[in-house]
């Protein structure tokens, strides 16, 4: 059973930047592609980004393309996703996602494994 643990959110100014983790445990995440999401109350869940198990593959929703970073370190089971140049509509819950495929990662449904959140809010 994989267990993830979303931090690093918080209170940032608009332009600043954030890295967000996602550390594993419970089983190797190499096994898994790792998907990023936000969510704003009384909004839907979207995709932020995804990166394949081996992190050859990555996609970015286009709203944070050349903004954010997502990447993986596996020797320390953590999968990162660095932000810069952040704006209010960045402010969200964000929420990490593991499942065995990445298709299933990248379209966002039917995945398997989710942390519970960590709160970013985009404020001066």
């Known amino acids: 059973q994989l267990h993830l643990v979303e931090s690093g959110g918080g209170l940032v100014q608009p332009g600043g930047s954030l890295t967000l983790s996602c550390t594993a445990s419970?089983?190797?995440?190499?096994?898994?592609?790792i998907g990023w999401f936000r969510q704003v109350p009384g909004k839907e869940r979207e995709q932020v980004s995804c990166?394949?198990?081996?992190?050859?593959?990555?996609n970015y929703l286009r709203s944070v393309a050349g903004r954010f970073t997502i990447s993986r370190d596996n020797a320390k089971n953590t999968v990162y996703l660095q932000m810069t140049g952040l704006k209010s509509e960045d402010s969200a819950i964000y929420y990490c996602a593991a499942d065995g495929s990445y298709m299933a990662v990248l379209d966002g449904r039917n995945v398997d494994y989710w942390g519970a959140g960590t709160l970013v809010t985009v404020s001066s």
């Open positions: 419970g089983s190797l995440l190499d096994d898994y592609a």
């Open positions: 990166i394949s198990q081996s992190g050859g593959s990555t």
